[in-house]
């Protein structure tokens, strides 16, 4: 019976989301693609993601952890002062399956305030880590836009960030897409070298998309 009452409040109302995209965009309705990330800020790689993006002029989005936030206010000020949206992952890294929707709200609360207090700047935007999803989700965050992805690829691990990433990216850059990265490799699950290697093949994918003119938007575009 738990296990039953488990699968009914946290992976069955995920898959149902995520197949029918109820409530969730998977992605954008404009020419161009966005890139994501999350987990971070990383006092180490972020601002290295923030450099490379600055040199090709390029905008992204970040869904930030309010724990890392708070560590780290100085990353988010700069997201915002080079134009980046800032969204929202949780202020701990925990999964919706195992939160009760009080304790999501707050999970919520938390990390927009110290967002806004960072960046001065209206919160819009959510995706929650791992993409897990509960039965009261949707109406606990219903005030944010629900941005999951069209391309994921496995870039929290080394191997794959080192071998792989790559090509990956060149065969699935496509007009709508939306990518999403890890900026910190200190999650469940991630390794800790792993976003050096993606930031490494993600300059290579760059340089090749301004050749192409390709267009990259940032969230907050979409809204004006």
Request: glycine share 6%.
């Amino acid at each position: 019976m738990i296990v039953i009452l488990f699968l009914c409040y946290g992976p069955l109302p995920t898959v149902l989301i995520r197949v029918f995209e109820r409530g969730i965009s998977k992605r954008i309705p404009e020419k161009g693609m966005a890139l994501t990330f999350d987990d971070g800020p990383n006092a180490e790689y972020t601002p290295q993601l923030l450099d490379l993006f600055k040199k090709y002029d390029v905008k992204a989005t970040f869904f930030v952890v309010g724990s890392n936030v708070k560590k780290h206010p100085e990353i988010i000020k700069r997201m915002a002062k080079d134009g980046h949206t800032v969204g929202i992952h949780h202020y701990d890294h925990i999964s919706s399956w195992i939160m009760s929707p009080f304790r999501l709200k707050k999970q919520l609360e938390m990390t927009e305030k110290v967002i806004t207090e960072c960046t001065g700047e209206k919160v819009s935007f959510y995706r929650p880590p791992w993409g897990h999803f509960n039965v009261f989700t949707l109406a606990v965050s219903k005030r944010y836009n629900k941005i999951m992805w069209s391309n994921i690829f496995g870039d929290w691990k080394v191997e794959k960030a080192k071998h792989g990433l790559l090509n990956e990216l060149r065969n699935s850059l496509k007009e709508g897409a939306i990518f999403v990265l890890h900026d910190n490799g200190d999650t469940l699950g991630a390794e800790e070298q792993a976003p050096g290697y993606m930031i490494r093949n993600l300059e290579i994918f760059l340089k090749e998309c301004k050749q192409k003119d390709v267009r990259f938007i940032t969230l907050k575009e979409l809204k004006e």
